[in-house]
């Protein structure tokens, strides 16, 4: 008996394929208006952006961030600073270092235009959490703001740590603000130098209830101290979690060559194409479902490559070390011959 | 864990409109919206993490399907939201939401409503900013005479809970699953359909418990990779998957849940003793959305129900060939666990006369 | 997917039912924890003893609370283990051991107040009892039967059939009408 054979055709797709048909979840590149700015601290600018058409604008999960257009061809990413529930308008604090920030700083006005991309989300908030420390270090107070907003929209408790430097507290009245509305379980830590933090941090991760999450985002001296307390206080790692400053783009790898063995066809495969949209283009058919290297179908022989990067779920540790297939539509290499 | 209290069924009473009585006048073809499981030239069926991407039309010999998110049944709609309902009704423990799942169930309320005004506009229409409030809707369905008004979030603005209305609207049953202490779970859940399982029951497990009694899925690494995909799936695109089984009822019963096993496991003794059970044997298909929502991250691991018979499957001899071709093949394990190893030689046998 | 064709026989992937996997000896204490909530279920003699090792290893490392509960499903018993839980603090491990039925539910109770698998190790003394939920009325009924076997639901009253598939959320087994489709 044979086993599964699959002699499927590739799959052709409409071209125009829509994921979301509703305008309000849109998250590709597009331009949305300044309508407010506000300058928080001498070095931190609020931006508010809305749809210029009014059209509603995608939801996203506390603790998510917003590529935006920074002048010159880069892009940074803004962790923005609603709850996300149903927004209005997507809110970023932006402060002014240099490159991008120091363009955005410069050049926004209300009324002007952003290029943006997204919402995404790489920090969200546990939904089993029973309570949330957030700790926040100076402009890392933007992810910290989502989601203790978040925390009150739900009725939820959470005990914020904010350590900055006096004068350099962006969004402090906010959170007092969050702090001080009627019911709200809501409580403010402050800290304002480095010991101050560190006897904070300890202190705070001892004494949270059962069933805690803790989420943290400044810069790495402060995540270093936070990890290293929180393994001292025995939390799991499953409840600590963290964000950096720049989120990490989505590697678009070096451009590569790809050889069809049968053929002696060469594909060009440039930086940010995959090996499986190289081939298709090239006419050159090859079976696909989810593009996501989770599926299987796009598996193709190798015969020899000088380097094979797989980014896959599908292949085992041993298959990949045998280098004998590779997932098209996720991995990547340098010169790759396949057996086709 | 919460259960939603028992509301008043909302009847079904269809507006008499023109969209409303050409919808209803659709002909009543099982076979014509069955979104067909099997690949051309394919034989012998095993578990796969067979993903493709949603909402792409999809021909078969009988018809088409899959245009859409939502199938609502054609000219059957009234009849399985009628089923639907009266399951709700009966036994509110239908729907399960744990604690931290609230947002998204408002979450895929929004989205589904969204897009069914979207993909439905003569019958289905969603009004926002009603008065001016961004957090306002009005939802209004012909096809059953739902005129809802509601705020997004605000629970007593709704008759029951935001799960339960969207159930209460489409033929699919609602799963959501988020992941939790690095593992993704069936956190929430609006299941009147279920085959032979229980939401009660399934409700806060992990992928791999939920398919410990699927043979070969876990070793075989497809449970593995199912909640990989799950959890890594982009915000913007939204994907399906097919399966299928031969359900253990010969009725077009959609309800074949674990909870009313008592009041279906009698059926298919019944039908073989009257002699009619193999021709009314229903291939049921399943099909499954996947759509990251926003605002909670929660994904849908939304079950569309389709059924059709071995008669009607027979009027395509193609389909016919391939189905006593797939069920000949088919391990003994897999055939046990999907309840039907014992009819096979009579199934193939009525497929292939 | 790889066309294989004319293979001899096909390899048929094991099963992996979804069942309790309960050490065979009692696991340690988990030093990394900065305090532990031992507790011991069921009033027998074993978990007692159980109990007192894991006490004199934890006490030793970090502080401790013993909790001796007789009766999970005795509302006061209840009450006091869900204080013992809302006086813990996050950096807790907490160590479970009884009878298979008084585990279950009280894992499955911890689970309910968000306790991650990394913070629960449970050691199952007998297994003469197991929580068995009825799919046809939801309620818990405790009863010496194995996966297989029948036991009467306290709540409706049917002849269930137990199945072998349990659910850590609810902590407990499958079951469903023995006598469904009998005529």
Not at chain 2, 313 to 330: G, K, M
Not at chain 3, 25 to 42: I, K, M, N, R, Y
Not at chain 3, 50 to 66: D, E, G, I, Y
Request: hydrophobic share 40%.
């Amino acid at each position: 008996m044979s086993a599964v054979v699959s002699s499927t055709a590739p799959v052709q797709r409409a071209e125009a394929y829509v994921g979301h048909q509703h305008p309000g979840y849109a998250l590709g590149r597009r331009r949305l208006h300044v309508v407010g700015l506000e300058r928080l601290t001498d070095r931190v600018l609020h931006v508010e952006l809305a749809d210029p058409s009014g059209r509603p604008l995608a939801a996203f999960q506390p603790g998510s961030h917003l590529v935006v257009e920074a002048g010159e061809g880069r892009r940074n990413a803004y962790s923005l600073t609603g709850d996300g529930f149903n927004p209005a308008t997507y809110a970023i604090s932006v402060l002014r270092l240099d490159g991008g920030s120091a363009w955005l700083h410069r050049t926004l006005e209300v009324g002007g235009e952003l290029e943006v991309e997204g919402p995404r989300s790489m920090f969200p908030a546990a939904h089993d959490q029973q309570h949330a420390l957030l700790v926040a270090g100076g402009i890392g107070v933007t992810p910290v703001l989502s989601h203790a907003r978040a925390a009150v929209r739900a009725g939820r408790s959470a005990t914020v740590l904010y350590s900055y430097r006096p004068g350099h507290a962006a969004h402090l009245d906010d959170l007092h603000e969050l702090a001080g509305r009627p019911g709200s379980r809501v409580r403010v830590v402050e800290a304002t130098d480095v010991k101050q933090t560190r006897v904070s941090l300890t202190g705070l991760l001892a004494d949270q209830p059962f069933g805690t999450h803790a989420y943290a985002c400044g810069p790495s001296g402060l995540l270093e101290a936070y990890e290293e307390a929180a393994e001292l206080a025995g939390w799991p790692a499953s409840r600590v979690h963290l964000e950096r400053f720049v989120a990490p783009e989505l590697d678009p790898g070096d451009p590569f060559t790809a050889t069809v063995a049968s053929t002696g066809r060469r594909v060009e495969v440039p930086s940010g194409t995959s090996l499986l949209e190289g081939l298709l283009a090239a006419g050159v058919p090859v079976g696909y479902l989810c593009k996501q290297g989770v599926c299987g179908e796009c598996r193709l022989p190798v015969r020899a490559a000088a380097a094979l990067d797989h980014r896959d779920v599908v292949l085992t540790a041993e298959e990949r070390q045998s280098g004998a297939h590779v997932m098209a539509c996720v991995s990547r290499g340098r010169d790759i011959e396949l057996d086709l | 864990m919460t259960t939603t209290t028992e509301a008043p069924v909302p009847p079904i009473a269809p507006l008499d409109t023109p969209a409303v009585r050409a919808f209803l006048a659709q002909p009543l073809d099982h076979m014509a919206r069955l979104p067909w499981p099997f690949p051309d030239g394919y034989e012998a069926f095993r578990y796969s993490v067979n993903v493709d991407q949603a909402r792409v039309p999809r021909p078969t010999l009988a018809g088409e399907w899959g245009r859409h998110l939502v199938d609502l049944g054609g000219a059957e709609y009234p009849t399985i939201m009628a089923e639907r309902r009266a399951v709700l009704a009966a036994d509110p423990a239908r729907v399960k939401v744990l604690p931290g799942m609230e947002l998204a169930c408002w979450d895929l309320l929004l989205y589904y409503f969204r897009d069914l005004a979207l993909s439905y506009p003569e019958v289905m229409h969603l009004d926002e900013r009603v008065d001016g409030d961004a957090d306002r809707f009005r939802w209004r369905n012909d096809l059953l005479g739902t005129d809802q008004e509601f705020t997004l979030g605000r629970e007593e603005t709704l008759p029951c809970g935001p799960l339960e209305m969207l159930a209460r609207e489409v033929p699919d049953d609602l799963l959501l699953v988020r992941e939790r202490d690095g593992r993704l779970h069936f956190d929430a859940g609006a299941v009147t359909f279920a085959a032979a399982w229980s939401v009660s029951f399934d409700v806060g497990m992990d992928m791999y418990e939920i398919h410990g009694p699927v043979p070969r899925m876990t070793g075989s690494g497809m449970t593995a990779r199912a909640e990989q995909f799950l959890l890594r799936m982009p915000a913007d695109q939204v994907f399906r998957r097919v399966n299928w089984n031969v359900a253990a009822s010969p009725t077009r019963t959609y309800d074949i849940s674990l909870e009313a096993l008592p009041a279906w496991a009698g059926d298919m003794d019944a039908a073989l003793a009257a002699g009619t059970a193999i021709p009314d044997c229903q291939l049921r298909i399943e099909l499954e959305h996947f759509v990251r929502l926003p605002m909670s991250g929660a994904v849908t691991f939304n079950i569309r129900t389709f059924m059709a018979s071995l008669a009607e499957v027979r009027r395509f001899p193609a389909y016919a060939a391939q189905l006593a071709t797939i069920l000949d093949e088919l391990p003994e394990d897999l055939a046990t666990y999907k309840g039907f190893a014992h009819l096979i030689p009579q199934m193939v046998a009525y497929l292939r006369s | 997917m790889a066309e294989v064709t004319g293979a001899p026989a096909e390899v048929v992937p094991p099963q992996h039912p979804s069942l309790p996997a309960w050490p065979t000896e009692p696991p340690s204490v988990d030093q990394t924890g900065t305090s532990h909530l031992v507790l011991a279920l069921g009033g027998g003699e074993d978990a007692a003893s159980t109990a007192r090792s894991w006490l004199a290893v934890a006490a030793a490392q970090a502080p401790t609370t013993l909790g001796v509960l007789d009766d999970v499903d005795d509302p006061e018993d209840r009450a006091t283990l869900l204080g013992l839980v809302d006086r813990a603090r996050t950096g807790v491990r907490v160590l479970v051991v009884g009878g298979q039925y008084d585990v279950m539910q009280a894992l499955a109770l911890l689970r309910a107040r968000g306790a991650h698998e990394s913070e629960l190790r449970a050691f199952v003394t007998d297994r003469r009892e197991l929580p068995v939920f009825c799919g046809h009325c939801q309620s818990v009924t405790r009863a010496v039967v194995e996966p297989g076997g029948e036991a009467d639901c306290r709540g409706c009253g049917r002849v269930l059939e137990v199945h072998e598939h349990a659910a850590a959320t609810l902590g407990a087994f499958l079951a469903s009408d023995a006598r469904a489709g009998a005529s």
